[in-house]
Nanobody, 122 residues
Framework: QVQLVESGGGLVQPGGSLRLSCAAS????????IGWFRQVPGKEREGVSC????????YYVDSVKGRFTISRDNAKNTVYLQMNSLKPEDTAVYYC???????????????WGQGTQVTVSS
């Protein structure tokens, strides 16, 4: 069964850091572009970052650029999102997803994890 499982979310103070993990099973993640997305209740799910299948190309939306870093460890079949300098507006459920092309468009992704809650609050 194809599965993506996020972990690493939690409660953190503004300015703090978290590292999210996305562990893949049932497939090898280096055959896919992996994206990170987030969603706030009542809002549309939005792309955050993605990493390419075949090279080191990465993409970040402007709101997280310079604060978040996406990486992959193919040996562990895992993708990470290091989140630094967190702000209250980063609060959301974070999802990882796998898809065929290098994009952060939600509709392009085929497989999704269950999400992990990130809360940034004093």
């Amino acid at each position: 069964q194809v599965q993506l499982v996020e972990s690493g979310g939690g409660l953190v103070q503004p300015g703090g850091s978290l590292r999210l993990s996305c562990a893949a099973s049932g497939f090898i993640l280096d055959y896919y572009t992996i994206g990170w997305f987030r969603q706030v209740p009542g809002k549309e799910r939005e792309g955050v970052s993605c990493i390419s299948v075949s090279d080191d190309s990465t993409y970040y939306v402007d709101s997280v650029k310079g604060r978040f870093t996406i990486s992959r460890d193919n040996a562990k079949n895992t993708v990470y999102l290091q989140m630094n300098s967190l702000k209250p507006e980063d609060t959301a459920v974070y999802y990882c997803a796998a898809g065929p092309i290098f994009t952060v468009m939600v509709a392009a992704y085929d497989y999704w994890g269950q999400g992990t809650q990130v809360t940034v609050s004093s």
